[in-house]
């Protein structure tokens, strides 16, 4: 068995309509990385720009985790809550339930 000892830090958004709208999750089906093409971003940088994102211009995203190149770890949204990722406009009921 292969064991990990991370630290996580928990840094969670703020609620809000467009980066954490504390929808629950209804069933786990799949788990998605992405890659923010934002080379020299750390953990946290990624993470503030989610919760920049508080203002209606359009834009909806987040993450449950935000990853640096150095291995840091920054969790943003709780794991019982959904998180968006690219194409959530066009989300409909069905696809909430993952």
């Given at each position: 068995?292969?064991?990990?000892?991370?630290?996580?830090?928990?840094?969670?958004?703020?609620?809000?309509?467009?980066?954490?709208?504390?929808?629950?999750?209804?069933?786990?089906?799949?788990?998605?990385?992405?890659?923010?093409?934002?080379?020299?971003?750390?953990?946290?940088?990624?993470?503030?720009?989610?919760?920049?994102?508080?203002?209606?211009?359009?834009?909806f995203?987040?993450?449950?985790?935000?990853?640096?190149?150095v291995?840091?770890?920054?969790?943003?949204?709780?794991?019982?809550?959904?998180?968006?990722?690219?194409?959530?406009?066009?989300?409909?009921?069905?696809?909430?339930?993952?």
């Amino acid at each position: 068995m292969i064991t990990f000892n991370l630290n996580i830090k928990q840094d969670f958004l703020t609620p809000n309509p467009h980066s954490r709208p504390r929808t629950k999750i209804k069933e786990v089906k799949g788990i998605v990385l992405h890659w923010t093409a934002s080379p020299k971003a750390t953990a946290q940088n990624i993470r503030d720009y989610f919760e920049s994102l508080k203002a209606p211009d359009g834009r909806f995203a987040s993450a449950h985790y935000a990853v640096g190149l150095v291995g840091e770890i920054v969790q943003c949204i709780p794991l019982d809550e959904i998180a968006y990722h690219c194409g959530s406009k066009t989300y409909t009921p069905e696809k909430e339930k993952f």
